[in-house]
Structures are given as C-alpha cells and as structure tokens.
C-alpha cells in the first residue's frame, strides 16, 4: 500500500463522498463536450455546404458603366457592351500562390441573339456560353431534363424554355442557324433561368467573340480558403479584370456558427468555473471532516506533503473518472440535441481526438486546481490540532 | 545523556489576556526500556505533554532531546520522519481510518516507504498477529469491537518496529476485559526493550508501568513507582493481575 492506494481506497469505499466531486466535474466536462462538439458538428456541416456551393470569386471586365451584374444584363434591352477578358489570359490563375485552392475555372460568354425563323417573330434572348466541366463544379444544383448540349445544341433555361416554348428534342434558330435544344435546365431560381446556353466555343462563335470571355466564375474550394489573397492573386495577373468575392449566405451562417461556438466556449467557461467550486467546495468540506484522519497521517510520519499527494491524487483518480464520464455524457448529449440545431439528417457529432483530449485537461485542471487549496490546507494542519479534532 | 530528555519543556496556548498555559517547566528523562505511565487530573496537561515528546506540538519553551536528536531544532519534515522512525501512537480514541481494513490501517506507517507490497503485507499480518488479530486483516474498523480497534491501533504502532510508544489513554474507551489485554500487550512491549509512554485515568493501568510521573496543574508534582505494583522488574509486569479499564 502507497499514498495512491490509500486515495484509490478512500475513493472506492467512500463512494457517496466521492460522487459529489464527480458529477460536479462530469456535468462541467459534459457541457463543455456537448456544446463544443455541436458547433463542430454545424461548422463542418456548413463547411461541406460551402465547398458545395459553387463560385466564391467573380472575374468581370473592368467597366466604367454601371455595376454589370446578371440583373443587369437581365434586364431587357440594356445595352450590353462592354470590354471582354481574353480567354487566354485566364491561363495565368492556374499559376498563382493558391492555384491547388482553385476547383474551378468557369469563363462565360454572354450576348444578345435572335431567336426564331422570321424576323417579325423573332425574340431577344441571352446567350450564354459555358464550360461544362466547369459547370458541373460551379453550378452543382444544376438539374437537366434532356442532356447537356453537345457540340451545336443549345440548352434552355427553365424560363427561356417557357417564354420560347422549347422542350428537350425540339429545334430552335438563333441568329439563322437552326440547333436542336437538348435539354432543358430544371428552375434554379437564379438568373440562369433565363439564359439560352451553348457551349463555350459554339456560343463565342455565334456572338462573334471568338477568344473573348464575359465574365469569369471561379471556385475556390476548401474550409478556410484565403479567398481575398486569391482575389488579389487573380486581379495581379487579370489587371483589366474586376475580381470580386461573392459573400454567401452560407459565409453568413459559417458566422453563426462562428458565434455560437464562442458561446459554447463562453457557457463552457462559466460551467467550470461553476465546476471548480463544487470541487472546491466538496473538497474543504470533506477535508475538514477528515482533519483526525489527517492528525493521524501526520502522527504517524507522514509529511506535508505525503498528505497533500493523498489528498492531490484523489483529485486526479476522481478528475480522470469525471473526464471520462463527462465525455461519454457530452457526446451523448450533444448527438441527442443535434437534430435540433442541423437540418440534415443521420449527422452525428464525430470522435475528434482534440475534443476528447480537451475533456480530459479540463477534468484535471479543474479537478486538481481547485483541490490544490485543500490539498494545501489539509497538509498545513497543525497534526496536534487535528487528533484534538477526534 | 538518557534516551530521552525533556529539558524545562513548556507549552501556553493562546495569546495575551487568553493565554494559558498547559504545560510549565516541565523536566525529567526516560532511559531505553522503561514503561512511563503519567497521570494526573484533567486538564493537567497530560495529552500536552505526550504530543510534545511525539514531536506532534511545538513548545513555548524548553528543549527535547531524543537519541541526541534536538527534535524541535528540526525542520517540519524530519520532524516527521523522526514520527515514522522512533515513534509509534496509540490514542484513545483507536484513530483508526474507517475507509481502510485492518491490514491497511496497519501498514498506513509503511506508506511512505520504499517497499514491496508483499513486503508490507507479510509486516501487518505479523504485527497483527502479535496483538491477537491474525485472520481479520481484511476487516473495515467498523466490523470488529472496539477492544480489537485499539489492538489493531496498537498493532498499527508496532508495525515499522520503532524503539519508542507514545500512548494516550490506551484503555479509556474499553471495557474491564479488553482494557487488561491491551495493557498486557504493553507490557509485554516494555518487557522486550520498547520504551513506552502511557497516559492514564486508571491507577490499575499505572500498575503495569515501571515508573509513574505526576501531573498537576501542568507542573510535574510526582516522579517514582506506580501504585499496586508488587514485583520490581518490568518484565514481570506481564504476569500482573491487577484490574486496569
Ligand atoms: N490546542 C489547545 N488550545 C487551547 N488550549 C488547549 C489546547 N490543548 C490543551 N489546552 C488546554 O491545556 C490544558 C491541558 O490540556 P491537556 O489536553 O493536556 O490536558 P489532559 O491532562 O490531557 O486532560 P484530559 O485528562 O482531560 O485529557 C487544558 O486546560 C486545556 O484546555
Ligand atoms: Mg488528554
């Protein structure tokens, strides 16, 4: 028998005494397991969300006109005339700094065409012409009835397809050249609705904007992408080029998050705070009803701090145990509440090794830093005083 | 110089108008080997005393000489390791830990050192066996009498073989029965070399001692033989019959 065998018996054969430390210590380690572990649940849910959902960077010509965005160009007989980016030119992005950040290049050509046989007929509409492996990168959520358009095909936009009455099979003339519709893009909500798209050769071709690009859409993919130094990256190497990042809606739920997992942080703060004290507390009570225990300890040879490790190492069995206890009821908790902050279902919170090694060192800074004072106290007890004690 | 030497040793508690004092100019020395019973009324200064020569209690004044060891002329830790080598307690109240068995009450001296913990075993099982209790090594204080507590107290004392035993009213807390087995056992122990310190009540339990000091008042009023004793030598005390509880 040691001085740890004597905290481990203590421990196992006064377990009432011990279970006050231990649940005041096991509900701190578990809020702040819970609390931690759903706001790294959501962030890397959204994360996902994020990679997923497309462009983040937008390169337009540099123009004098007013802002040239989609609405802009949706709006019917705006004049669209503005300088163009050199296709060739984009090459350059796939040499800057963060180039392995870059998912997706996606140029786009945009012109007025003509669609129907006759003149009197014939209607106005926005061609776009795009990369389609890009697309498939930039505009995930994109849904095709039919296919997308083979060489000399054109697909329609939901609206577009509406308005010019064009179904997947049909046929259709723009500017005079008569190009099966080979499918018909599902409604997206976007301006995209209400675009003809052909492919992104075929359409410079048609506009007459061979070599030429729009408007560039780019993808910069990862959780923590340094999409300003990119934007920066690109404008240096496209300097007639306005180079924009997009701020989503899901940037503003990432700060949400952001939010609540400084609240989690704080809550979880405040709940060892509130630990430390039970332990504290529980702690001075139960030194003091063992202060003849402790007389004797002293009595029969121990030193301070023989006592004080006693005492020290009982933090530490009790600090482990609530850690471990503490997680398993966190993590528990934390899965249990998860559907009621994320939409998606079957999400769960994860092992996170950091997490769990976050639990433990709170247990046993808590456990142990607020047993050092009555650890310390126990030792100072004067050993006569305390057998008066019995 | 004799084994241990209390020299003008004086204890007041408190301080200013509440000082009082427990324990004035006390003097006297103790030779290796004898049994010392202390007696005197209570309040006396009796329990004072014994936690001044267990090194347990600081002294006003006065010195404390043991084994040539100026004991309060040590620092906090040896003087606890001074507790561990040459001194074993017995107090009245068992004092036993309620969360450790009997063997583990026993083998508490051995905690602090370095040693096997077969080694620690095979120590409390054998001082255990020496005050009667082979066989109930694994029992929590709380399962035996009280008679049996104050033996494994006693037991817990032996068990790191220290030359001295400072005990406080061994008896106080046992009935007529018990009290004789503890005070044989004593006996027994000064018969074999231990030098023994015993505070007392009882003149019964006086009479197993070789010498009796009197206190009063704090003052050392009586230094000589314990009353009802019939045979000299110390040894033979173990055979005494007298009535002591
Ligand atoms: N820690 C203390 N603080 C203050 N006064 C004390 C303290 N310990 C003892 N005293 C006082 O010192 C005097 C001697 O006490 P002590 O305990 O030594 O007497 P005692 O002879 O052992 O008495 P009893 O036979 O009742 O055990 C008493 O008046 C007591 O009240
Ligand atoms: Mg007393």
């Known amino acids: 028998m040691n001085l740890r065998d004597i905290a481990l018996l203590n421990l196992r054969r006064r377990k009432g005494k011990a279970a006050f430390v231990l649940a005041g210590l096991a509900i701190g380690v578990a809020t702040m397991v819970a609390l931690v572990g759903l706001a790294e649940a959501l962030t890397q849910q959204i994360n996902h969300k994020l990679e997923k959902y497309g462009a983040n960077i937008l390169i337009t010509p540099r123009s004098d006109q007013l802002a040239l965005t989609y609405e802009g160009l949706n709006l019917g007989g705006f004049v669209f005339e503005s300088r163009e980016i050199r296709q060739e030119d984009l090459k350059g992005i796939e040499r800057i700094k963060n180039a392995s950040n870059v998912a997706a290049v996606g140029p786009l050509v945009l012109g007025a065409v003509r669609v129907g046989q006759v003149a009197e007929q014939a209607q106005q509409a926005l061609l776009a012409g795009v990369d389609l492996e890009a697309s498939e990168v930039l505009k995930p959520w994109w849904k095709i009835e039919g296919q997308w358009p083979k060489p000399a095909q054109v697909m329609a936009g939901h609206e577009a397809a509406r308005v010019l009455g064009l179904a997947p099979g049909q046929e259709v003339e723009i500017n005079g050249k008569r190009l099966p519709v080979s499918g018909v893009l599902e409604a997206t909500g976007s301006q995209d609705d209400g675009l003809l798209f052909m492919r992104l050769g075929d359409a410079q071709e048609t506009l007459g904007k061979q070599g030429l690009v729009s408007m560039v859409e780019v993808a910069a993919l990862c959780k923590d992408c340094p999409v300003d130094d990119m934007v920066s990256q690109i404008s240096e190497i496209l300097p007639g080029a306005k180079v924009m990042a997009i701020q989503s809606v899901v940037k503003g739920r990432l700060e949400t998050v952001r939010h609540f997992r400084s609240f989690a942080l704080g809550i979880s703060a405040l709940v060892a705070l509130l630990g430390s004290l039970v332990v504290l507390v529980t702690m001075m009570g139960n030194i003091k009803e063992r202060t003849g225990e402790i007389g004797v300890f002293r009595a029969i040879g121990f030193r301070r701090a023989h006592v004080m490790r006693v005492v020290l190492w009982e933090a530490l069995l009790l600090s482990l145990a609530a850690g471990l206890a503490g997680y398993l009821a966190g993590m528990g908790a934390g899965q249990l509440s998860l559907p009621l902050f994320s939409e998606g279902h079957g999400a769960s919170l994860g092992f996170h090794p950091w997490l769990a090694g976050g639990a433990l060192v709170m247990a046993l800074a808590v456990g142990l830093g607020s047993s050092l004072y009555p650890a310390w106290m126990a030792a100072r007890l004067d050993p006569h005083q305390a057998l008066r004690a019995l | ?245």
Do not use: W
């Open chain 2, 1 to 245: 110089m004799s084994y241990l030497s209390a020299e003008n040793l004086e204890k007041s508690y408190g301080q200013g108008q509440s000082l009082a004092q427990a324990l004035g100019k006390v003097s006297f020395e103790v030779e290796k080997g004898e049994f010392v019973a202390v007696m005197g009324p209570s309040g006396s200064g009796k329990s004072t005393l014994l936690s001044l020569l267990g090194a347990l209690n600081t002294p006003s004044s006065g010195r404390y000489v043991v084994d040539g060891l100026d004991i309060y002329a040590l620092g906090q830790d040896q003087r606890a390791d001074f507790r561990r080598e040459y001194l074993g307690f017995v107090f009245q109240s068992f004092n036993l830990v309620p969360y450790l068995s009997l063997a583990e009450n026993v083998m508490l001296p051995l905690a602090t050192l370095r040693m096997g913990k077969a080694g620690k075993r095979a120590l409390a099982a054998e001082a255990l066996a020496r005050v009667g209790l082979a066989g109930k090594e694994g029992r929590l204080p709380n399962q035996v009498s009280g008679g049996e507590q104050e033996r494994t107290a006693v037991a817990r004392a032996l068990v790191n073989r220290p030359p001295i035993l400072l005990a406080d009213e061994p008896t106080g807390n046992l009935d007529q029965q018990n009290s004789r087995e503890v005070m044989e056992l004593l006996a027994r122990l000064g018969g074999e070399g231990m030098t023994i310190v015993m505070v007392t009540h009882s003149r019964d339990c006086a009479g197993h001692a070789s010498r009796l000091l009197s206190l009063r008042d704090g003052k050392l009023v009586g230094d000589g033989l314990p009353p009802l004793r019939v045979v000299e030598q110390p040894a033979a005390a173990q055979t005494a019959q007298a009535v002591c509880g």
